[in-house]
């Protein structure tokens, strides 16, 4: 393999980029080129939204090809091009051959829940102490255990008492991690549902990986009412969603939201007053977990 690293201002980032990717190369990232001195910027996002700008105002632009002929015909066809003035050329090297499997491996490590609730993925052995586990292995769909949001959730669930959850609804359930969660803690009838199909198929696929019985589907799957909806999304489809959510929770039944930012907790408890009374119940690393109870 070999990288093409080109130097380029903020607003030729995306034309390089869509032209780096016409030439077919095998994928392109874009870096700040000042990273690590004094010139260093920083780029703040909402998580899963778009960046608030393409790049930095001297980006670094490395593009991957599988031969060094593809990667400097590439630089030969781009720096003839209009859009190219402006740029330059960094470098053509050699990467490194390295065993990327276990190079990917090595970035999940077990993660603890509670003392004694883990996930972990299937090529480490359980922890001693973990008496309850989830296999859970990257995939196609978000929910690792890795990120506040979804501990926050598996931690409510760890936290409520056995046989409390009853009937499950895990509301845009990615890797079905959470509805997992749940049925190891006892729910019954879980039903995991999601608008991506991909999700739905490593839903059921990690659900039989770990032994447990539950639904997934697109999300007119879920019907009825539950004593525990569970919804792990992000703050704004989350004030769309509020009268359906609420309207799946059963008298006495938990509502539990997260993909919440701590300065949104206002917008929350506002878009769901008209249904339910939403609390902060867990905070972690600038996210929390809201919480709701229906009367009885």
């Known amino acids: 393999m070999f990288e093409l690293c080109l130097l380029c201002p903020e607003d030729r980032v995306e034309s390089l980029s869509d032209a780096l990717e016409a030439l077919d190369a095998l994928s392109v990232s874009v870096e700040d080129a000042d990273a690590h001195t004094e010139a260093e910027q920083a780029l703040f996002g909402e998580p899963g939204m778009p960046p608030p700008k393409e790049g930095w105002s ?9 031969s060094r002929e593809a990667a400097a015909e590439a630089q030969q066809l781009l720096q003839v091009q209009d859009f190219f003035a402006g740029c330059s050329v960094l470098a053509v090297r050699e990467v490194a051959q390295q065993d990327w499997v276990r190079l990917t491996q090595s970035q999940f490590a077990p993660v603890d829940i ?3 609730f883990w996930i972990v993925p299937t090529w480490h052995e359980l922890p001693p ?10 995939g196609l769909a978000f929910g690792t255990g ?5 501990r926050m959730c598996l931690r409510w669930i ?8 009853g009937r499950t609804l895990d ?10 969660g749940a049925a190891k803690f006892g729910a019954a009838q879980i039903d995991a549902v999601d608008i991506d199909p991909a999700a739905v198929e490593s839903t059921d696929y990690n659900a039989q990986a770990n032994g447990v019985q539950l639904t997934a589907g697109l999300p007119d ?12 999304i992000l703050a704004t489809p989350l004030k769309v969603l509020a009268p359906l959510l609420c309207g799946h929770v059963a008298a006495g039944g938990n509502l539990v939201l997260a993909g919440i930012l701590e300065r949104q907790a206002d ?9 339910l009374q939403l609390e902060v119940a867990d905070t972690e690393d600038g996210w929390i977990l809201m919480t709701a109870r229906r009367g009885a």
Do not use: M, W
């Open 221 to 232: 799957r879920a019907q009825g009412v539950y004593d525990t909806v569970l919804a792990n």
């Open 114 to 116: 509670t003392p004694d």
């Open 267 to 275: 917008e929350l408890k506002a878009a769901y007053a008209p249904y």
């Open 146 to 150: 890795t990120h506040p949001t979804t």
């Open 58 to 66: 001297r980006s670094r632009v490395v593009a991957l090809f599988p």
């Open 129 to 138: 102490e973990a008496t309850r586990s989830i296999r859970l292995d990257p």
């Open 158 to 165: 760890a936290r409520q008492p056995e046989g409390s959850l």
């Open 171 to 180: 509301y845009g359930c990615g890797s079905g991690i959470l509805a997992i």
